[in-house]
Structures are given as C-alpha cells and as structure tokens.
C-alpha cells in the first residue's frame, strides 16, 4: 500500500508563501491523479488543485488559480502545492491524494470519493 505524507504547513503572516510537499512511499508511475484537498474547522473538505502525472495536465478550483500552483518532481515521487498571497481564509488542514487514471484527472478532479490514498494532511495556519 502506498503512502503518502505531507509537509511544509506551518503558521505564516497574510501575504506570505508556501510551498507544500506531499511525497510517496514509492514511485506510484504516471496514469495518476494527484489532488490536493483542503478542510478548514467547521467546513467541508474541498479540492483546490489536482495533477495528472501523465501529461502534467494541472486542475485548479476557479478561486484558487491565480494564487496557487501544483506541480510534481517525479524522480523525488513529489507532488508540490505552491501557495502565494496566503489569506486569513486559507488555513486549514491540506491533504494530499492520488488515485489510478488512463484518462487524466477529468472534470471529477475534485470529488474526494474518487481518490483512494491519502495523506494525514499538514496544517496551513495565515496569521494577519
């Protein structure tokens, strides 16, 4: 079973950067969707960027994409989430998952119910 662990969350001031790592246990190959989810107290879990491993095809939330960006290092089997410009609003816990794929990541990108593996997720906390 793969795994697949997160890092790089920490508490940053509004404005800053950072860059999210999700790394897995072993090389998962490139008919992948990688996801990045979110889930702040209170609220719903939501997808905010996904990647195709495939043709590097990325997938962002329309509120999200001109702030975050996702890419992958794949002889690291890493999967990055750069966010910029951090908002009050995106603290929240930030998991990472994968799922198996011939045909890319799709318009279901964000349907959690679609990815099998997952992180434990790292913590974002924004600051004013």
């Known amino acids: 079973q793969v795994q697949l662990v997160e890092s790089g969350g920490g508490s940053v001031q509004a404005g800053g950067s950072l860059r999210l790592s999700c790394v897995a246990s072993?090389?998962?190959?490139?008919?992948?969707?990688w996801g990045w989810f979110r889930q702040a107290p209170g609220k719903q879990r939501e997808g905010v960027a996904a990647?195709?491993?495939?043709?590097?095809?990325?997938y962002y939330s329309d509120s999200l994409k001109d702030r975050f960006t996702i890419s992958q290092d794949n002889g690291k089997k890493t999967i990055y989430l750069q966010i910029d410009s951090l908002r009050l609003e995106d603290s929240a816990m930030y998991y990472c998952?994968?799922?198996?794929?011939?045909?890319?990541?799709?318009?279901?990108?964000?349907?959690?119910?679609?990815?099998?593996?997952w992180g434990l997720g790292t913590q974002v906390t924004v600051a004013s």
């Open positions: 072993e090389y998962i190959g490139p008919k992948h969707c």
């Open positions: 998952a994968a799922r198996w794929s011939t045909i890319g990541c799709t318009t279901s990108w964000h349907d959690e119910s679609r990815f099998d593996t």
């Open positions: 990647l195709y491993t495939g043709d590097d095809t990325p």
